[in-house]
């Protein structure tokens, strides 16, 4: 099957956009990404989704209107990448806008925006999407889902792997190997990956840069060590897995308090950033040292932080003697990482399969993930899929 995936995360960037062929069923699934491309949303709709991420700023009305324009920006996403590609389905996360913590660490409610009814009214083409609710609904955190991806394709044959992806938040998969059939991953988000950094990069520089390239104001910066340790008093770290986290703990507000705070114990904008680096680096590394089932051999780095030189120096020192690698170095596009488990996600939804495990998420059993809105060859597919083992008439 030709299955496109597409998804923004956190950091509201842009629309990933991964075209997949995939064969096979879970554990011998094949997935090769044919195309794949970064949209980028234009910045007026960007700074209205980050508003929409904030408590109370954005109404019901703005969010209607929202959804359905997110809805044609990934609409025109597929079209622009699919032009005259066969595609079967399409997978969307859409955009997260909300996800409901409770005090006890209880994920209650979770909202993605990006109609789906837009995107195969614009396409023609099948789309599954609103993959985190059922977890949700069945008492799951409805993160991180890409775990299930690292389940399937990323265990080693004899060595326990970390998988650990560095978007907007950080998530890690512990992976036993082959050799232990019976051992369970454990999955979670480590905390802040880019979020702070990014959110603390647009204040200090009035907006006129969105993100450190490279890591390279951090790296001219002097990690205050004292703070530091002060900031890993927060409580998500010691929580439990599996748990989860976003942007309405992380926040653009959390990142103009800490700058705020890193003024008053003297630090210049660069050691600020150093120590928020630090930060997701440390949160990583402890989130290791205390909830890894064994010691991890490998630890396979994706998501767009693996880009930030610094925050992977720093990572590599504190979780050594693993040997850190980037997810590309094992034949996964660490960009496009995810938008290819929304691809994958939908095809096993299709087929009517689960798309994650109560061990990822602590929900009370494994869902099939998603609601599916059908296109113009709806029923060619279910024939094509299911054939003569169609219940009903078509």
């Known amino acids: 099957m030709r299955v496109l995936g597409m998804i923004s995360g956190t950091s509201a960037d842009g629309i990933d956009v991964a075209l997949c062929e995939i064969e096979g069923a879970p554990p011998r699934l094949d997935v090769r990404i044919v195309h794949a491309r970064t949209i980028p949303y234009d910045p007026p709709l960007r700074e209205r989704v980050l508003t929409a991420m904030q408590p109370g700023a954005a109404g019901a009305d703005a969010l209607c209107v929202l959804n359905f324009e997110i809805g044609e920006a990934f609409a025109q996403a597929a079209l622009d990448l699919i032009e005259d590609e066969a595609v079967d389905l399409i997978g969307s996360h859409g955009q997260t806008v909300w996800h409901q913590f409770e005090a006890d660490g209880r994920v209650s409610a979770t909202l993605q925006i990006g109609e789906s009814s837009v995107i195969a009214e614009r396409t023609g083409r099948t789309t599954v999407a609103d993959f985190r609710t059922r977890d949700v609904a069945a008492g799951g955190q409805g993160a991180p889902l890409?775990?299930?991806?690292?389940?399937?394709?990323?265990?080693?044959?004899?060595?326990?792997?970390?998988?650990?992806?560095?978007?907007?938040?950080?998530?890690?998969?512990?992976?036993?190997?082959?050799?232990?059939?019976?051992?369970?991953?454990?999955?979670?988000?480590?905390?802040?990956?880019?979020?702070?950094?990014?959110?603390?990069?647009?204040?200090?520089?009035?907006?006129?840069?969105?993100?450190?390239?490279?890591?390279?104001?951090?790296?001219?910066?002097?990690?205050?060590?004292?703070?530091?340790?002060?900031?890993?008093?927060?409580?998500?770290?010691?929580?439990?897995?599996?748990?989860?986290?976003?942007?309405?703990?992380?926040?653009?507000?959390?990142?103009?308090?800490?700058?705020?705070?890193?003024?008053?114990?003297?630090?210049?904008?660069?050691?600020?950033?150093?120590?928020?680096?630090?930060?997701?680096?440390?949160?990583?590394?402890?989130?290791?040292?205390?909830?890894?089932?064994?010691p991890m051999a490998e630890v396979i780095i994706a998501g767009g932080g693996r880009h930030n030189r610094t925050m992977i120096e720093m990572l590599r020192r504190r979780v050594a003697p693993a040997v850190v690698h980037l997810s590309d170095d094992v034949g996964i596009n660490g960009d496009y990482k995810e938008a290819m488990l929304f691809a994958v996600l939908a095809y096993e939804t299709w087929h009517h399969r689960p798309g994650c495990l109560p061990e990822q998420t602590g929900a009370a059993h494994a869902s099939v993930l998603g609601n599916i809105t059908p296109g113009d060859h709806y029923v060619e597919l279910l024939r094509k899929t299911w054939g003569s083992k169609l219940a009903f008439s078509c």
């Open 146 to 294: 890409v775990s299930y991806l690292d389940w399937l394709l990323m265990r080693h044959d004899t060595a326990w792997r970390a998988v650990q992806n560095i978007g907007g938040i950080g998530n890690v998969t512990f992976l036993p190997p082959l050799t232990e059939p019976d051992r369970h991953m454990i999955a979670f988000d480590t905390g802040p990956g880019n979020a702070l950094i990014d959110s603390a990069i647009s204040l200090l520089t009035n907006g006129r840069q969105s993100y450190d390239d490279g890591g390279g104001m951090a790296a001219l910066g002097i990690i205050d060590d004292e703070w530091l340790a002060k900031l890993m008093n927060h409580p998500y770290y010691a929580m439990p897995a599996p748990k989860s986290t976003g942007r309405e703990v992380f926040s653009a507000e959390m990142a103009a308090s800490l700058i705020a705070e890193g003024r008053v114990r003297g630090l210049s904008d660069h050691a600020i950033l150093a120590t928020l680096t630090a930060l997701t680096a440390e949160s990583i590394a402890r989130s290791y040292r205390d909830f890894a089932p064994e």
